[in-house]
């Protein structure tokens, strides 16, 4: 079982850069691939990105596509979602959370095992 805790998220102006970092611990962190989410007041939970336990293959939400990237560093188990162009609809919770599919990169949140307590990104216009 793996452990996330976020970390990185704050106030920042439209237009702004934030990068948030995830760190896992526990057993097999590189078997898993992994994804950020983010929930906004009175909305529910949605998929923002996503990277392959290898690190090779990435995905986002079209929200996100050119704004956001993610990434994994897995000598020390972290992975990244570097935002920039903020937006003030990007104002969210942000989980990290880990995949239990494999063999392909999944948007559902049902797909994810392991989630950490969140961080919180607030974009002012």
């Known amino acids: 079982q793996v452990q996330l805790v976020e970390s990185g998220g704050g106030l920042v102006q439209a237009g702004g850069s934030l990068r948030l970092s995830c760190a896992a611990s526990?057993?097999?962190?590189?078997?898993?691939?992994m994804g950020w989410f983010r929930q906004a007041p009175r909305k529910e939970r949605e998929f923002v990105a996503a990277?392959?336990?290898?690190?090779?293959?990435?995905y986002y939400a079209d929200s996100v596509k050119g704004r956001f990237t993610i990434s994994r560093d897995k000598s020390n188990a972290m992975v990244y979602l570097q935002m920039n162009s903020l937006k003030p609809e990007d104002t969210a919770v942000y989980y990290c959370?880990?995949?239990?599919?494999?063999?392909?990169?999944?948007?559902?949140?049902?797909?994810?095992?392991?989630w950490g307590q969140g961080t919180q990104v607030t974009v002012s216009s």
């Open positions: 526990g057993r097999a962190f590189s078997n898993y691939n």
């Open positions: 959370a880990a995949s239990t599919v494999r063999r392909t990169l999944v948007t559902g949140e049902r797909s994810y095992s392991t």
């Open positions: 990277i392959s336990w290898s690190g090779d293959v990435t």
